[in-house]
Antibody
Framework: QMQMQESGPGLVKPSETLSLTCTVSGGSIRSDNYWWGWIRQSPGKGLEWIGIVFYSGSIYYSTSLRGRVTISVDTSKNQFSLKLTSVTAADTAVYYC?????????????WGRGALVTVSS | QSALTQPPSVSGSLGQSVTISCTGTISDIGSNNVVSWYQQAPGTAPKVIIYEVNNRPSGVPDRFSGSKSGNTASLTISGLQAEDEADYFCGSRTGDSTLIFGGGTKLTVL
């Protein structure tokens, strides 16, 4: 059964770059059925969709984060990654990686456990 | 783009039904049938319970149902059980190919 796991630093300094990787196990990231995405949740707040990547490299980004965010995929490692530049305290959140159905279905059916990233000096 | 609008909290007694609304605009909920709903228990990742307005993934009880009218989607939970107590989020595709969520609704089972 497919699983997803986020990894990366739990503490990032203001103005620096947040970097996270999601490792997919139990199945291939090279699937025509899914996109691979990042979602975050600030403490006590709602969900915010960051963006998705297809194994071919096609990408969609949130309009609010476009310009600071980069999502990439490494099919050889069955991983995809998130980079968010110029972080501030407002970027402190639990970051989830998730699988999003393709073919226009736009829902997330498999999630990682989440990784808390704190932005602080 | 602003988040979809959900009531911050709803409550219901064991065995009763509750409905959670999710209001968007013509640019998101009103323009497609790809509304989804997620259940999130404390300290856990969200879990999809409804997709494409009114479809349930395998394993989700039929007590959960979804609907949509105009720019508003709704989630109804019938026969409330104690384990339904959680946060619920709606989500919708937008016209510029992004996904937008609601602010979340905390369900309390009395």
């Amino acid at each position: 059964q497919m699983q997803m796991q986020e990894s990366g630093p739990g503490l990032v300094k203001p103005s620096e770059t947040l970097s996270l990787t999601c490792t997919v196990s139990g199945g291939s990231i090279r699937s025509d059925n899914y996109w691979w995405g990042w979602i975050r949740q600030s403490p006590g707040k709602g969900l915010e969709w960051i963006g998705i990547v297809f194994y071919s490299g096609s990408i969609y980004y949130s309009t609010s984060l476009r310009g600071r965010v980069t999502i990439s995929v490494d099919t050889s490692k069955n991983q995809f990654s998130l980079k968010l530049t110029s972080v501030t305290a407002a970027d402190t959140a639990v970051y989830y990686c998730a699988r999003q159905f393709a073919y226009g279905k736009w829902y997330l059916d498999l999630w990682g456990r989440g990784a808390l990233v704190t932005v602080s000096s | 783009q602003s988040a979809l609008t959900q009531p911050p909290s709803v409550s219901g007694s064991l065995g009763q039904s509750v409905t959670i609304s999710c209001t968007g605009t013509i640019s998101d909920i009103g323009s497609n049938n790809v509304v989804s709903w997620y259940q999130q228990a404390p300290g856990t990742a969200p879990k999809v319970i409804i997709y494409e307005v009114n479809n349930r993934p395998s394993g989700v009880p039929d007590r959960f149902s979804g609907s949509k009218s105009g720019n508003t989607a709704s989630l109804t939970i019938s026969g409330l059980q104690a384990e339904d107590e959680a946060d619920y989020f709606c989500g919708s595709r937008t016209g510029d190919s992004t996904l937008i969520f609601g602010g979340g609704t905390k369900l309390t089972v009395l």
